[in-house]
């Protein structure tokens, strides 16, 4: 008989509860009837008793926030579940962007059935590994933040369950292949991710001045050593070579001039130090 696997829903509205209890049953045969939870209490209560594997969260609860919960689980030393959060279309943005830094998967209500499985299915091959204190350590140091947090850790969904965990300062850039994405780290090495590279996009861009270069090439701006723009060169300080498309190499220009002029302002000695950019 193949294993099955013990799930809890946390969310405060009953009827929202017991939908997303009806679709996991119809949809989601490894997993036994969930249990549910109503508040952090409960919630908190629960989990310290009942071994589950993976934990439908959602975000705003009574009294505080599916994170309150987690730090009282980690304070106590209880996570080892997979956790998938459930949340509105109206959730902060930096808030997301703490969730996709640390790889847990999120659903929108109303959840999308596809989505669903697929977020079930990833949860139950993560679960052959360990990663959940680290995840959620990244999680939670990030949470709040609107900017970059105690952390530039970010983590990354590789193949068959594996989460690898970067320094942001290592990547020199990413490179789009259709649903996947390839992540060129400073030592050499080379990392197949499962998520396309607008998964990660906005928010590297918004956090750590990473460049789109072209439709399929995000550049960490700390690498960059040249931009030939009559060529469409980026060239990086090891000496690789990558190419602008025309649309994005234009927008690319603009902002290193805007960001050459900002340092001139603050500092006029700027400018002789970048003018290799252009």
């Not at 952390?151 to 369950?161: C, E």
């Not at 649903?179 to 990392?191: A, D, R």
């Not at 918004?206 to 040249?226: G, K, T």
């Not at 234009?250 to 960001?259: A, C, D, G, M, P």
């Amino acid at each position: 008989m193949d294993k099955t696997f013990k799930a809890l829903i946390v969310e405060d509205i009953a009827n929202t509860s017991d939908y997303i209890k009806q679709r996991i049953i119809k949809l989601c045969s490894a997993i036994d009837i969930p249990d549910q939870a109503f508040n952090i209490e409960e919630a908190f209560e629960m989990i310290q008793e009942g071994n589950y594997d993976i934990i439908f969260l959602d975000i705003q609860l009574p009294k505080g926030t599916g994170f309150d919960l987690l730090n009282k689980l980690s304070e106590k030393g209880k996570i080892d579940f997979e956790i998938i959060f459930i949340t509105g279309e109206s959730e902060k943005e930096h808030t997301l962007r703490a969730i996709k830094y640390s790889a847990i998967d999120f659903l929108y209500k109303p959840l999308d059935d596809v989505e669903l499985v697929i977020a079930v299915n990833k949860a139950i091959e993560k679960l052959k590994n360990t990663y959940f204190n680290k995840q959620i350590k990244l999680l939670l140091d990030r949470v709040g933040h609107e900017k970059v947090s105690v952390t530039n850790k970010i983590a990354f969904h590789l193949h068959n369950g594996v989460i690898e965990f970067v320094n942001v300062q290592e990547i020199k850039y990413l490179q789009a292949d259709g649903v996947i994405s390839y992540i060129f780290l400073e030592n050499g090495n080379k990392l197949t991710i499962t998520k396309n590279l607008g998964y990660y996009k906005d928010m590297l861009i918004a956090d750590y001045n990473f460049h789109l270069i072209s439709n399929s090439l995000l550049v960490n701006h700390e690498f960059i050593y040249r931009y030939n723009h009559n060529e469409l060169l980026v060239t990086l300080k090891d000496g690789s070579k990558l190419y602008a498309s025309k649309r994005f190499g234009k927008e690319f220009k603009n902002s290193l001039v805007q960001n050459k002029t900002r340092k001139s302002l603050k500092n006029p000695l700027a400018f002789l130090w970048e003018k290799w950019f252009i």
